[in-house]
């Protein structure tokens, strides 16, 4: 059975991060002044075995090249400490001439490396017991004696290894006290940086349903990492409490627009059901009781065509069709209306479009609608079509009404609002969605609705519809 793994929290990863950082870079100093050690004891132990070297070579040749000089030089020199620092042997002609004491059994000859160049010398580290050696073999030249005297020098390199071990293990005592130490203090220092999350957090907790104006202070100021997530923050919560704002006003204009048509149904059949009545009477509360239920119905299926279009996952179906033919079969369909009103419908003008040409016929028709409307009998309707799908196209209606007030324009598009509240539940006046729906189907298809009207001049809607994208 597999469990879930916890995730990490940001302070242990930062902490862990801080810590891994902080031994890298201690590591990487560790190993350049290991590096450095070991390049200065090379070094040293070179130059030593090439002073030597030099300093016995003038003892040979001042000895006239005797080898018996030049090992009583080197037991002279090597005797006076017990720790003497090297060992040293001359071979002349292969067989050993002399070397310090005791030094056949520490350093046997066929441990040295075989005999170089003085500029090639090779170096042979070597451990006996607790002492630690470097071993190299070098030619020796006399003006006089011998030509073949081979000098076999250890050098005793102990307490330098010894000061190495030293060094590692402080360094290994060092990163083992470290790591519990860079952990506390990385805990720390990202609980200090993530301190102000936990304040955005608490404010965070604060805001409800009934508290959707309260903010995120900007002071005092946030870190810089921060202050673009409270203003994001800030924002979200003007658009939930404009949103829960509008919500709430929509849900008490639906209760409104409810209201009324189902109380003037519940009455007209109450009045109707409190004596006998002629069949003219039932006839005419059956067909009032009709028109609050037809009323009802267009009311129920406009709020559910809204929250369909409003809805992210609607698909739109794209298809090219040239504008002026679906513009003239919605014209069609309220030709009965502008007959009765005198109305006369002109259109102007040609483009192709992509669009839904079911939410096209729809925006169009919402529009005509309140044209005929408010048309003055006798008056001329409008359809002014411009534009390409390459640039956008847009359709203009205009209307000859009698106009729309100034302070009713910014608020045409809200949901339920009418310009004279008084006439809204007549039978010639619509339930305020209309225009909300139109603006849905442009912002779905990504265009825009716009009214300009002046009083006494008529109206004037542009739908604008974007090109398509590539």
């Given at each position: 059975m597999k469990f879930p793994l916890r995730p990490t929290s940001i302070s242990g990863r930062l902490a862990l991060l801080y810590t891994l950082g902080a031994l890298l870079a201690v590591g990487l100093f560790a190993l350049l002044a290991n590096w450095k050690l070991e390049t200065n004891f090379t070094a040293e132990h070179r130059d030593f075995l090439q002073a030597k070297a030099a300093e016995l070579q003038d003892d040979l040749n001042d000895g006239d090249g005797s080898a018996r000089a030049l090992i009583a030089e080197i037991l002279q020199e090597t005797a006076g400490t017990k720790l003497r620092q090297y060992e040293a042997r001359v071979l002349v002609a292969g067989r050993n001439v002399g070397e310090t004491p005791g030094m056949s059994q520490a350093l046997p000859a066929t441990l040295f490396p075989a005999t170089a160049r003085a500029d090639n010398w090779s170096f042979t580290p070597y451990q006996t017991g607790s002492s630690s050696w470097l071993l190299t073999s070098l030619p020796l030249r006399g003006t006089m004696g011998?030509?073949?005297?081979?000098?076999?020098?250890?050098?005793?390199?102990?307490?330098?290894?010894?000061?190495?071990?030293?060094?590692?293990?402080?360094?290994?005592?060092?990163?083992?006290?470290?790591?519990?130490?860079?952990?506390?203090?990385?805990?720390?220092?990202?609980?200090?940086?993530?301190?102000?999350?936990?304040?955005?957090?608490?404010?965070?907790?604060?805001?409800?349903?009934?508290?959707?104006?309260?903010?995120?202070?900007?002071?005092?100021?946030?870190?810089?990492?921060?202050?673009?997530?409270?203003?994001?923050?800030?924002?979200?919560?003007?658009?939930?409490?404009?949103?829960?704002?509008?919500?709430?006003?929509?849900?008490?204009?639906?209760?409104?627009?409810?209201?009324?048509?189902?109380?003037?149904?519940?009455?007209?059949?109450?009045?109707?059901?409190?004596?006998?009545?002629?069949?003219?009477?039932?006839?005419?509360?059956?067909?009032?009781?009709?028109?609050?239920?037809?009323?009802?119905?267009?009311?129920?299926?406009?709020?559910?065509?809204?929250?369909?279009?409003?809805?992210?996952?609607?698909?739109?179906?794209?298809?090219?069709?040239?504008?002026?033919?679906?513009?003239?079969?919605?014209?069609?369909?309220?030709?009965?209306?502008?007959?009765?009103?005198?109305?006369?419908?002109?259109?102007?003008?040609?483009a192709a479009l992509y669009a839904d040409t079911l939410l096209f016929r729809q925006a169009v028709g919402n529009v005509l609608a309140n044209a005929v409307r408010h048309a003055p009998p006798g008056s001329q309707i409008t359809l002014h079509i411009s534009g390409s799908p390459a640039s956008g196209v847009e359709i203009g209606i205009a209307d000859q009404g009698p106009g729309i007030a100034p302070e009713h324009l910014p608020r045409l598009f809200d949901r339920f609002y009418q310009t004279d509240p008084v006439r809204g539940h007549k039978a010639a006046q619509g339930s305020g969605l209309g225009l909300s729906i139109v603006r849905s189907i442009l912002e779905l298809h990504g265009g825009q609705v716009t009214i300009e009207s002046e009083l006494g001049k008529g109206t004037l809607v542009r739908l604008r519809f974007p090109p398509p994208e590539t």
């Open positions: 011998p030509k073949d005297v081979v000098l076999q020098i250890g050098l005793d390199i102990t307490r330098d290894n010894a000061l190495l071990t030293d060094f590692h293990r402080a360094l290994a005592v060092f990163f083992l006290l470290m790591v519990p130490l860079l952990l506390g203090a990385g805990r720390l220092a990202a609980a200090h940086a993530l301190a102000p999350l936990a304040r955005i957090a608490k404010v965070a907790q604060s805001i409800t349903s009934a508290q959707l104006s309260r903010r995120i202070p900007l002071d005092p100021p946030w870190p810089r990492e921060l202050t673009g997530l409270v203003h994001i923050f800030n924002q979200m919560l003007d658009n939930l409490d404009s949103n829960f704002g509008r919500l709430s006003r929509f849900s008490a204009d639906i209760a409104h627009e409810l209201r009324t048509p189902l109380s003037n149904l519940n009455g007209s059949l109450e009045v109707c059901l409190t004596r006998p009545r002629s069949g003219e009477a039932y006839r005419d509360t059956i067909a009032s009781a009709l028109e609050d239920c037809q009323r009802l119905t267009g009311l129920i299926e406009n709020l559910l065509f809204l929250a369909r279009v409003e809805n992210p996952s609607h698909a739109l179906r794209y298809e090219r069709f040239e504008a002026s033919e679906l513009c003239a079969w919605v014209v069609a369909q309220y030709s009965a209306q502008a007959v009765a009103k005198d109305l006369h419908f002109r259109t102007e003008g040609a």
